[in-house]
């Protein structure tokens, strides 16, 4: 069984540009959270989509956005990027319907703003 | 509201002798827990969980983790601590409660000391 997986491992920006990031979920995993983690430190919730709706948001500005598509796949969008959004970012799938299943992590993008 | 909390930055044990990374947690309603490991540059790896039932879970590469309701505490334990065991360990809780994120902890590093 494949794992989560995201694209691409590595991103380079400059400030304000736009940066897109890709995730696939498991096969059968409806429910795909993003992270960002900064310096190798805590995790810092982002975003979660379920059956294609975003269900809950962290505390990030708007410019931090994201979609869910028809085939559970996700998208986290970060625009007018700053020197502080470089970090580490995690997405994690899960059997959203059942709570007490674990998270899923794929290996990250690591987003490097210059 | 769901909390979680990892008393110790740094742990540092040495090779052949056990381990322990402390969680606690707070919830509204009936925790499930998790704890997760991340080695450098990779994202982060499910070890084991507690939804109900035995208090003792084990989960991978030797690890166990005891759920003490009394206390709301998830300990993270191994009896015989590797080298290749050192890493960034996070606790992560969610409520029974459906639509609940996940918390994790600020996580813990361990270094084990041949």
């Known amino acids: 069984e494949a794992g989560v997986t995201q694209s691409p491992t590595h991103l380079i920006k400059t400030r304000g540009q736009q940066a897109t990031l890709r995730c696939s979920p498991i096969?059968?995993?409806?429910?795909v959270y993003w992270y960002q983690q900064a310096l190798g430190l805590g995790l810092q919730f982002l975003l979660w989509?379920?059956?294609?709706?975003?269900?809950n948001r962290g505390n990030f500005p708007p410019r931090f956005s994201g979609r869910q598509f028809p085939n559970y796949s996700s998208e986290l969008n970060v625009n007018a990027l700053e020197l502080e959004d470089s970090a580490l970012y995690l997405c994690?799938?899960?059997?959203?319907?059942?709570?007490?299943?674990?998270?899923?992590f794929g290996d990250g993008t690591r987003l490097s703003i210059l | 509201a769901q909390s979680v909390a990892q008393p110790e930055d740094q742990v540092n044990v040495a090779e052949g002798n056990p381990l322990t990374v402390k969680c606690t947690y707070s919830?509204?309603?009936?925790?499930?827990l998790f704890w997760y490991v991340q080695y450098p540059n990779r994202g982060l790896q499910f070890l084991l969980k507690?939804?109900?039932?035995?208090?003792l879970v084990k989960g991978s590469y030797g690890f166990e983790a005891e759920f003490n309701k009394s206390q709301t505490s998830f300990h993270l334990k191994k009896p015989s601590a590797l080298v290749s065991d050192s890493a960034l360990y996070f606790c992560?809780?969610?409520?029974?409660?459906?639509?609940?994120?996940?918390?994790f902890g600020p996580g813990t590093r361990l270094s084990v000391l041949p």
């Open positions: 994690a799938s899960s059997l959203a319907h059942r709570g007490n299943q674990p998270q899923h």
């Open positions: 096969s059968g995993h409806t429910s």
């Open positions: 989509y379920d059956e294609g709706e975003e269900r």
């Open positions: 919830v509204s309603g009936n925790p499930y």
């Open positions: 507690y939804i109900t039932g035995d208090n």
């Open positions: 992560a809780v969610r409520d029974d409660n459906y639509g609940q994120n996940f918390v």
